[in-house]
């Protein structure tokens, strides 16, 4: 099937004619619509990590931590896989990652190293808008008519800056050459896709909006077999450019991407712990 074009710059970010760009961001939980103001810091040593250190969390008004002591440890551009038994806090901690909920105590931060394994500079916090978050059946948040309105959701409609909107017309077009996406028309509706297209374009989402860190919860639910070995090899494509943090009881399918695993144990401990290899669910 042969590519469609992308739209032009005009349609991209000055058309008002689509009712879903009227609607406040504050009305939706799912927070893809989050548009970054500068691009990725740049990293001027050998290689930087994301750190979570000794987090815990408790939500307001229990008394019951969730996650307990929480560390892990993962480098750039390398892939990192969180299994365990449904219940036991993964998601609770993509969440805090994302910003999208705040550790009882502990913290959550980028760390520079150098060309010798040794720190470089204080630790940098780590900005939601760094981080993209891809949920498990992400297609339920889908709020526009057409793919391209779903993936440009939330950004700026105005006339003017033209470099701005060559930025996001640049970012639109790489995600969706990098998500496999240039062979289905943007006018589609993005409920008419198949499930792997919709979990396609759930990462084009996100990828638009320049992530360095993207997580992802049961990425592969849902899917048919094809799919899920589609969504695999992009997530494999993915890897190579994007840190990946993934929460999935599917270990068979993602097993040779993984580079470091952790068991989360029902009340919320982490454990540094190589895949059951054979083990497909658990």
């Not at 449904?86 to 913290?107: D, E, M, N, R, V």
């Not at 909107?165 to 998500?179: C, F, P, T």
Request: hydrophobic letters at 40%.
């Amino acid at each position: 099937m042969g590519s469609v074009p992308l739209p032009s710059l005009s349609l991209l970010i000055s058309s008002s004619s689509s009712s879903i760009f009227g609607r406040s961001s504050s009305t939706f939980s799912y927070p893809h619509w989050r548009i970054r103001k500068a691009e990725a810091l740049s990293v001027s040593c050998d290689y930087s990590c994301f750190e979570i250190r000794d987090v815990s969390y408790r939500p307001p008004g229990t008394k019951i931590d969730l996650l307990s002591q929480v560390n892990l440890s993962i480098p750039e551009k390398s892939f990192g896989l969180i299994f365990g038994r449904s219940g036991s806090g993964k998601t609770t901690l993509l969440q805090l990652i994302a910003g999208l909920s705040k550790p009882t105590s502990g913290s959550i931060y980028v760390q520079r190293f150098g060309d010798d394994d040794e720190r470089i500079k204080s630790p940098e916090p780590l900005q939601p808008e760094r981080v993209g978050i891809v949920f498990q059946f992400p297609e339920r948040y889908f709020v526009a008519d057409t793919v391209l309105d779903e993936v440009t959701f939330g950004w700026p409609r105005q006339k003017g800056d033209l470099q701005l909107r060559e930025l996001l017309a640049s970012r639109l077009q790489k995600a969706i050459m990098s998500v496999g996406l240039t062979g289905i028309s943007l006018d589609k509706d993005p409920h008419s896709l198949s499930g792997g297209y919709k979990r396609r374009l759930a990462l084009a989402i996100q990828l638009v909006q320049t992530p360095d860190l993207l997580i992802l919860d049961e990425p592969l639910a849902g899917l048919d077999w094809k799919a899920r070995a589609d969504v695999a090899k992009l997530l494999k494509d993915l890897k190579k450019e994007l840190t990946l943090l993934v929460v999935s009881h599917d270990l068979k399918e993602l097993a040779s991407l993984v580079d470091q695993s952790w068991r989360m144990e029902m009340g919320g401990a982490l454990k540094r712990e190589p895949l059951p290899i054979y083990t497909q669910n658990l």
